[in-house]
């Protein structure tokens, strides 16, 4: 019951958020999101109390510089260097298993994971509400039919060294709902062709599964079960983000340079 009221309270602030509150009211509450992300970011790669907090403050303090128009550019850049962390490191991360390393690159880590998702939800909203939307949902339908899937039929461990959890049948699962999910949203909502649509769809669901299980290591590295405690029933903000923190770059790279909104 108290997962279940933590979700009716976040659905509550966040639905009239996204679809009323001005362009600039939406960049500061998104920014709220990422100091609170990088405070637990802090946690998670052992820094100290006082140090998470700067942390946090400093990558507010990124996400601000970066909100001026004169920023655009290298916003679009961080974008992109988001979406080959996820392409090429984040990946081989996790195969090798690699340590959380040397603070500086626990520190560039954290920025290359939450500058960005920050970046891509003040991006997409500029397009318009339902464009943001539809990508949250698309992650969020993704990830509930991967728990269902899993928990009814799941065998096969997907990464069990890091999340035990996850299976391959959960994920047929999630590409199956996306794959309808696409070609419901490709014939009434998006112009674009269902093919590409449900490409994209997928692409999103891969990187939103390496967002998941990045976090996981994360915190396994950490010896945490949660990134933090601020959520009742759910954990911290970073264990509700997880997956968008992959996600939502590619989308708003692929948003803005197709043009499909």
């Not at 500086?104 to 003040?122: E, F, Q, S, Y």
């Not at 909502?189 to 990045?214: K, N, P, Q, R, W």
């Amino acid at each position: 019951m108290i997962r279940i009221a933590t979700a009716v309270l976040l659905l509550a602030l966040f639905f009239p958020a996204l679809l009323w509150a001005p362009a600039q009211l939406w960049a500061a509450l998104a920014g709220a999101v990422l100091v609170l992300g990088a405070r637990e970011w802090g946690r998670l790669a052992d820094f100290r109390r006082l140090s998470s907090w700067l942390y946090a403050l400093v990558l507010g303090g990124c996400a601000y510089l970066l909100h001026l128009p004169t920023a655009l550019p290298l916003g679009h850049m961080l974008l992109a260097v988001a979406v080959g962390f996820w392409i090429f490191i984040a990946p081989l991360w996790l195969y090798r298993g690699w340590p959380r390393g040397a603070f500086w690159l626990r520190a560039l880590t954290g920025a290359v994971v939450l500058l960005p998702t920050w970046i891509a939800l003040v991006e997409l909203r500029s397009r318009g509400p339902g464009v943001l939307l539809a990508i949250l949902a698309a992650v969020w339908l993704a990830d509930s039919a991967a728990y269902y899937c899993g928990r009814a039929y799941g065998r096969h461990k997907l990464a069990p060294h890091v999340s035990p959890g996850k299976t391959w049948e959960g994920v047929a699962g999630a590409a199956l709902a996306l794959v309808i999910y696409g070609a419901v949203l490709s014939r009434y909502a998006v112009h674009v062709s269902m093919t590409a649509l449900i490409f994209l769809l997928l692409a999103l669901m891969y990187f939103a599964i390496l967002g998941d299980l990045f976090e996981s290591w994360m915190k396994r590295q950490a010896g945490l079960k949660d990134s933090g405690h601020l959520l009742p029933g759910h954990g911290g903000v970073l264990d509700r983000v997880d997956a968008l923190t992959a996600a939502l770059p590619l989308a708003a790279l692929a948003v803005w340079g197709l043009r499909l909104a």
